[in-house]
Nanobody
Framework: QVQLVESGGGLVQAGGSLRLSCAASGRTFSSAGMGWFRQAPGKAREFVAGMDWSCGRTNYADSAKGRFTISRNNAKNTLYLQMNSLKPEDTAVYSC???????????????????WGQGTQVTVSS
């Protein structure tokens, strides 16, 4: 059974940084395509960043480019999202997602992911 557990969220002032972590278990993490999504109150879930299984390909939402960095440590079965220069509009619940289908491709649609974590709240104050 695959489990994804996020951590690292919290309250931060605008301009600050946070690093989110997603610990994976239950299946070979190193062969999974991984992604980060977020959902703000009253809004649809949106793609933030994704990475293929080999770490050779990444993709970012326009809102994340230049500020966020996705990375993974396969030895620790952990996915990360480093978020810098945070803005109040980044406030949302951030969730990680995993897929073992077409993992050489960076998936950006939520329905392309098979497994999800419970999410971690990120709040950015102005």
């Amino acid at each position: 059974q695959v489990q994804l557990v996020e951590s690292g969220g919290g309250l931060v002032q605008a301009g600050g940084s946070l690093r989110l972590s997603c610990a994976a278990s239950g299946r070979t993490f190193s062969s999974a395509g991984m992604g980060w999504f977020r959902q703000a109150p009253g809004k649809a879930r949106e793609f933030v960043a994704g990475m293929d299984w080999s770490c050779g390909r990444t993709n970012y939402a326009d809102s994340a480019k230049g500020r966020f960095t996705i990375s993974r440590n396969n030895a620790k079965n952990t996915l990360y999202l480093q978020m810098n220069s945070l803005k109040p509009e980044d406030t949302a619940v951030y969730s990680c997602a995993a897929t073992w289908y077409r993992t050489s491709y960076v998936h950006t649609a939520s329905n392309e992911y098979e497994y999800w974590g419970q999410g971690t709240q990120v709040t950015v104050s102005s």
